[in-house]
């Protein structure tokens, strides 16, 4: 089993940044590829960010390219996502996930099988 722990959520303004951290327990955390989910009062959640097991490879949807930079250092077992010039519609909850298969793009929640439990971001106008 493996346990996901999120930090760095917080209040910023517009444009502002903020940096999350997603804490594994997994001895072998390399093997997981991992991503970011984020889900705003009412809607679905949706994918963010995906990185593989290496970290070569990375995904992001297409509202935060060019602003976000979701990393991995496998020796501290730790994912992060870098969010720079944060908008408002950038409010919502935001999610760790781990995903055994390897697949570090799959939108759907459904398919990740660990998560955290959740660090919410707040971005004021």
């Known amino acids: 089993q493996v346990q996901l722990v999120e930090s760095g959520g917080g209040l910023v303004q517009a444009g502002g940044s903020l940096r999350l951290s997603c804490a594994a327990s997994?001895?072998?955390?390399?093997?997981?590829?991992m991503g970011w989910f984020r889900q705003a009062p009412g809607k679905e959640r949706g994918l963010v960010a995906g990185i593989s097991r290496s970290g070569g490879s990375t995904y992001y949807t297409d509202s935060v390219k060019g602003r976000f930079t979701i990393s991995r250092d496998n020796a501290k077992n730790t994912v992060y996502l870098q969010m720079n010039s944060l908008k408002p519609e950038d409010t919502a909850v935001y999610y760790c996930?781990?995903?055994?298969?390897?697949?570090?793009?799959?939108?759907?929640?459904?398919?990740?099988?660990?998560w955290g439990q959740g660090t919410q971001v707040t971005v004021s106008s």
């Open positions: 996930a781990g995903d055994g298969s390897g697949n570090y793009y799959n939108p759907s929640p459904g398919k990740w099988y660990y």
């Open positions: 997994a001895r072998t955390f390399s093997s997981y590829a």
